[in-house]
């Protein structure tokens, strides 16, 4: 059976094939990811692609390690005032833009505005920011109004979206418009003009970058970090059968999401390694809801939806093997220390009858439910299938809009009712990391028009969030992170589906010094032996 599938995906990876004429004299590394390279903007989206990019072009001041412990990044030097409430920060020596112009910290400062005024991380931060300040080119002063104690980790996220340093230009944009340029100061530049959506996205060595001194190890975003090759060509299959062979066959180099159907093949493929992403390597579904338009501003009907969550089936759908994914009935990475020991009880309750009567007590009487469906994404494809699937079973009406994974990110985006181009419901998934935090776990926020898409309003939710950033000890913190889990099962911030963990491959005989990270895949400090 395994020799008429290799030899079916053979097939079908010819057309793919990549030829290495015109760069045999650089150090390219060739990866096929999850997802198409659509939004260069980072900031303006959460798409983890768009991010995976960012952290390609551009630099942050601090980045967590694999415990989420925040480390110096682009800073060289930091200190923090006996009453927490002043920081200052110096950027380290040498740092340039693409275009070569220093960084400055008047890059720095704009920079971080928009991001605050996107990432519910960034937004949480900034509402105890009193000033922030340039001192000089390259110190700048941040003046809390409360000893916030999530200040460093916030600064080096490891989950979308990231603050990215952009220049002083860039980070002037409108945050609600996407910037049209990708100039950074990160290990990589963008060659924009030989970008094809659709096809490939070209990101050439930073001859100018300046890694952190003393060869730190690397750890997540952490550490010294460096271009490895010269050129990195992210191409896009979206068949994972025909982007598994390209792998097999010495095509391409690096396989972020490989389908865990073909993990048997792959492990006992010559020259390539199946590898862990991290401590906490999940990936968590979830089904978001559109909190401003009807059936789903009220809270019964976003309530309606646990019931018709049959964790299994979803799982089943995305990975199909039990042996990579959990039921998870917590908004917490389940295995980390502040998963929610009972859970969501409603979302153990698979019941159609009563998610379609709570349906009709909360008013709804039949209109078409606007479902955006993703045509070409690994995960959420069979993911929103199943939902839809389940919500017809019901007896909701649904109205499903088929779009590639790329539309679905710009659309999710509109505030408009679902008759005027806006939606209702979509799928999407995130790092096992990042929400294993109440804070950073950025899918929890319920910051009404600052919130991420899908606008929940919910001022105890975040109140709870708070006190998880203030707590002084591990025991507070674990209270107020099960209060937090309890008061989003209320809200619905969004309906959990469970996780999974699928490790990425990579061609081991010719790649090395990968840096593993879950969520954002790490494509710096890669080398060709």
């Known amino acids: 059976m395994l ?12 057309p793919f094939a990549i030829p290495a004429a015109g760069h045999a004299q650089e150090k390219v590394l060739k990866a096929v990811m999850h997802a198409d390279v659509r939004v260069i903007d980072p900031i303006w989206t959460t798409q983890t692609i768009a991010n995976i990019h960012g952290m390609l072009v551009y630099d942050t001041l601090f980045g967590n390690d694999s415990d989420l412990k925040p480390h110096p990044q682009m800073v060289g030097k930091y200190e923090i ?17 693409h275009d070569g112009s220093p960084v400055t910290s008047n890059d720095v ?46 600064l080096g996220k490891t989950n979308s979206s990231v603050p990215v340093i952009m220049r002083a230009q860039e980070a002037a944009t409108d945050p609600q418009q996407q910037v049209k340029e990708a100039i950074g100061s990160g290990p990589f530049r963008f ?22 001194p003393g060869n730190e190890p690397a750890s997540s975003f952490a550490g010294s970090k460096f271009p490895g090759v010269d050129r990195l060509e992210l191409i896009w299959i979206p068949d994972s059968q025909t982007a598994m062979q390209a792998l097999i066959a010495g095509e391409i180099d690096f396989f972020e999401a490989p389908n865990i159907d073909f993990l048997p093949i792959l492990s006992r493929a010559r020259g390539v390694k199946l590898e862990k ?95 955006l469906q993703a045509t070409d994404h690994v995960t959420i494809t069979p993911a929103t299938q199943v939902l839809i699937q389940a919500m017809r079973d ?33 799928v999407t998934t995130t790092g096992g990391v990042g929400s294993s935090n109440p804070v950073l776990h950025t899918w929890l926020g319920g910051t009404c028009d ?17 006190a998880y950033a203030f707590a002084q000890t591990d025991a507070e913190k674990k209270a107020a992170a099960m209060a937090v889990d309890e008061r989003a ?41």
Not at 117 to 142: C, H, N, P, W, Y
Not at 501 to 519: F, H, K, L, M
């Open 394 to 426: 019901a007896g909701l009406n649904v109205d499903a809009q088929s779009m590639d994974w790329g539309s679905v990110v710009s659309r999710r985006t509109k505030k408009e009712p679902p008759a005027q181009g806006g939606w209702n419901i979509f």
């Open 191 to 212: 060659a924009k003009e030989q970008w094809v959506p659709g096809s490939k996205a070209i990101y050439l060595k930073n001859p100018d970058y300046v890694p952190r």
């Open 277 to 371: 992403t991290g401590k906490l390597d999940s990936t968590l579904g979830m089904i978001r809801l559109n909190h401003l338009h009807p059936p789903f501003n009220n809270p019964k009907a976003r309530q309606a939806m646990y019931h018709l969550i049959k964790q299994e089936d979803f799982l089943r759908a995305v990975v199909g093997n039990p042996e990579y994914y959990k039921q998870c009935f917590s908004f917490f990475t389940c295995g980390s220390p502040l998963t929610h020991p009972t859970g969501i009880a409603a979302l153990k309750d698979y019941n159609p009858k009563k998610a379609l009567q709570l349906m009709r007590e909360a008013g709804y009487n039949g209109e078409p439910i606007t479902v």
């Open 109 to 154: 400062i704009p920079s971080l505005r928009r991001w605050a005024a996107r990432d519910g991380v960034g937004g949480r931060l900034f509402s105890f920011v009193e000033k922030l300040e340039a001192i000089d080119a390259k110190t700048f002063r941040m003046t809390l109004n409360k000893p916030y104690g999530m200040v460093l980790e916030s």
């Open 81 to 97: 005032s006996p009453d927490k409430l002043v920081y200052t920060f110096t950027l380290r020596d040498g740092l340039k833009f």
């Open 450 to 466: 600052k919130a991420l898409t899908g606008w929940p309003c919910d001022a105890k939710i975040e109140e709870l969030r708070n």
């Open 3 to 14: 020799h008429r599938i290799v030899a079916g995906a053979l097939a079908l990876a010819v």
């Open 489 to 529: 099962a209320e809200v619905v911030t969004y309906v959990p589906f469970g996780q999974w963990s699928v490790p990425i491959a990579y061609r081991q005989d010719r790649i090395e010094n990968v840096v593993t990270n879950t969520g954002l895949a790490v494509l710096w400090n890669i080398r060709r032996k």
